[in-house]
């Protein structure tokens, strides 16, 4: 299985982006899928995620209100729209997919399966 992320750029505090993950490999399964990011000298961080039904989505609390995930299920892609973009939100950010019961460990990195190479956002003036 193959995650591509896309999307990823630099954007002024306030701005919006909108990134892009398809799964690609397995035609057989469907993914509960999310989002980390990882900012410079920092630990990787949970961002979201949403049931491989697109539903259920859950947010980091610094995010909520700001962020949207959201899954098309027919095509197996999930897409995190990001407004009110702090500089803070700077990291790289990596799309990740999980077959396994979509629960409480969906915060923790260990539950995803597969992880995409990372789309780089940045913000700032």
């Known amino acids: 299985v193959q995650l591509q992320a896309s999307g990823g750029g630099s954007v002024q505090p306030g701005g919006s982006l909108r990134l892009s993950c398809a799964a690609s490999?397995?035609?057989?399964?469907?993914?509960?899928m999310g989002w980390f990011r990882q900012a410079p000298g920092k630990e990787r961080e949970f961002v979201a995620s949403i049931s491989w039904r697109g539903t259920d989505p859950s947010y980091r609390d610094s995010v909520k209100g700001r962020f949207t995930i959201s899954k098309d299920i027919a095509k197996d892609t999930a897409s995190l729209q990001m407004n009110s973009l702090k500089s803070e939100d700077t990291a790289v950010y990596y799309c990740?997919?999980?077959?396994?019961?979509?629960?409480?460990?969906?915060?923790?990195?260990?539950?995803?399966?597969?992880w995409g190479r990372g789309t780089l956002v940045t913000v700032s003036n």
């Open positions: 490999g397995d035609t057989y399964s469907a993914f509960n």
């Open positions: 990740v997919a999980a077959r396994g019961p979509y629960g409480t460990n969906r915060y923790t990195s260990g539950y995803y399966d597969y």
